[in-house]
């Protein structure tokens, strides 16, 4: 019995033991820094080792403006333990708070001093100025530390302070440093500078990198500095530059077409078709593999298709295409692109249903058949098979849950319900994406969902946003002209309403592709009119803008509409793209 009251009895005492640290902070986390100190003291008694009982006494004795009793612990700590000279900044910083500045640098030179004798002690040293936000002297310190041990490496912390400092030219340059040191670092230098650039080429930020690397490319061309020029060019989607760039890279080292072939899609993606075009014919012009052949002149023929090529010339390219590479499991995103062409272009949504259900007969995997059930349940929405394309969606969702294709199918599912009206489904569906691993995805799920909740409020019978959901579907039929007509009626029977300015919107968006260009011009200036703070307004004004460089020829407007994006919503996402049209057309000097 007494043997386990003996057993008991330590293990209680270890249990109160193991509890006192967490007491201790727990005391300081509630600025009860005299009780804090009386754990913390016997604790750093115990365990000198422990530099974290140490830094939290030294901080609860500074609380207490008890400075001298830090000074004596951390004096005590030096002469015990030789190689902690890193303390003499606790000792400097305790006489800066006491505004004894003299003090406080004699004491920072002593540990700076240490570093000549133990370089080893130049990390420590460094971080413990930065930690006590002494940033000058921890340049010095690892500065120092690496001039006297050449296999140092602490330009990543350096380069940190400088951003802190926001010595921008200096934090780059060391950036690069560190990439011409080792280009493992690539990575994390993208990654640090990619904070503090933007997609305004324009930016005192993205200019002053530009000119470093430019620079460096002139005194050291090394395709590193042609890849981050690229990397800037991207970011700032000056697309042809990063092209000139890319082209450069391959000539010296042809070994590598993939990142041409990115460039091509993303501008592609970006509507800058030119450069896509440019792209995919230096593809063409430098590679034999078949596969990137076929993704290259595919993508041609998609910039043929969305520039009003004629569907003669674009059916023959198909042809052509087939022909050449056949209609096999390699060739699926081909018989895709070839359905939704036959559907969406030449109205002929039957022969695309027929071409994708012959395409799901091939040997294909799970993420090829989700693809074309998708496509194909998208031709089927086209031609009023509501219900049958709503099969088809939610396959694609229950096989391919967490991957894109099932969210995209589950975001199907909900706008394929709102165009029938079914809107308490349709929010279902899309309170679920709004966490949607994609970013594209979830804001289409946030702005469906939020049309559907804006325009329900005023309108219990919803009879104005079921108009407007068969106008959204008629356009998406391509049925433009019908399309409009629908969306006047919610214009003449519900002004006033939330709705409006959506219609209006929508609207001006069909009337630019039906050419009725002063039509589109009286809707947005309609927008701006009924409410110039209203979540369309921006993009009322940056499409005007559009129209009148484009389509109107009316500069001044142009310049206008830009020059009110840039001063009254500095927010917009059209504001970098606004404020570069505006420079051009006020014949700005821009590099």
Known sequence: ???????????????????????????????????????????????????????????????????????????????????????????????????????????????????????????????????????????????????????????????????????????????????????????????????????????????????????????????????????LFMQQRDYDKALVQEKAIFKRNATNIDNIIDIGKIAFENNSYETSKNCFHFVLENSSNVETELTAKLYLLEIDMNTNTSYESIENQFQQLFTEYGKTNKTIGLQAVYAEFLAFKKDEPDNGVIVLKEALKLPINEFQTGYLKTKLADI????????????????????????????????????????????????SQLKVLKNSTSQLISNDALDLNLLITDNAVKDSLKIALKTYAKADLLAFQNKNQQAIDTLQVVLNNYKGHPIEDEALFKQAQLFEKTNQFKNAEKNYLQIIAINKDDILADDAHYYLAELYINKLQNIEKAKEFYQKIIFEYPSSIFLVDARKKFRDLRGDNIN
């Open 1 to 231: 019995m007494r043997y386990l009251l003996f057993i008991f009895f330590c293990w209680f005492s270890l249990q109160i033991k193991a509890q006192e640290p967490q007491l201790a902070f727990q005391y300081f986390n509630n600025g009860e820094y005299e009780k804090a100190t009386a754990i913390f003291k016997p604790l750093h008694e115990k365990n000198p080792y422990n530099s974290i009982y140490l830094t939290y006494l030294i901080d609860c004795y500074q609380q207490l403006q008890q400075f001298d009793k830090v000074n004596t612990v951390v004096t005590k700590q030096i002469e015990n333990f030789k190689n902690q000279q890193y303390l003499f900044i606790e000792i400097g910083y305790n006489y800066q708070l006491q505004h004894q500045q003299e003090k406080a640098e004699e004491n920072y030179q002593k540990a700076l001093n240490a570093i000549n004798q133990m370089p080893s002690l130049g990390y420590i040293i460094g971080k413990t100025f930065q930690d006590n936000h002494l940033l000058d002297y921890a340049l010095l310190a690892y500065k120092n530390a690496m001039e006297l041990m050449p296999k140092a490496n602490y330009n990543y912390q350096v380069a940190l302070i400088y951003g802190e400092k926001g010595e921008i030219e200096n934090m780059f340059n060391t950036y690069l440093d560190m990439v011409l040191i080792n280009e493992s670092y690539l990575p994390t230098s993208k990654s640090y500078m990619g904070r503090f650039i933007t997609d305004d080429a324009e930016n005192e930020n993205n200019n002053i990198l530009k000119k470093l690397l430019i620079k460096r490319l002139q005194n050291n061309p090394l395709i590193i500095w042609n890849q981050l020029l690229s990397w």
């Open 380 to 427: 089927l929405v086209f031609n009023n098979k509501f219900n049958a394309a709503l099969i088809y969606y939610t396959q694609v969702q229950n096989d391919l849950k967490n991957h894109t294709l099932g969210q995209t199918a589950r975001f199907k599912i909900a706008q394929t319900s709102y165009f029938k009206g079914d809107f308490e489904w349709a929010q």
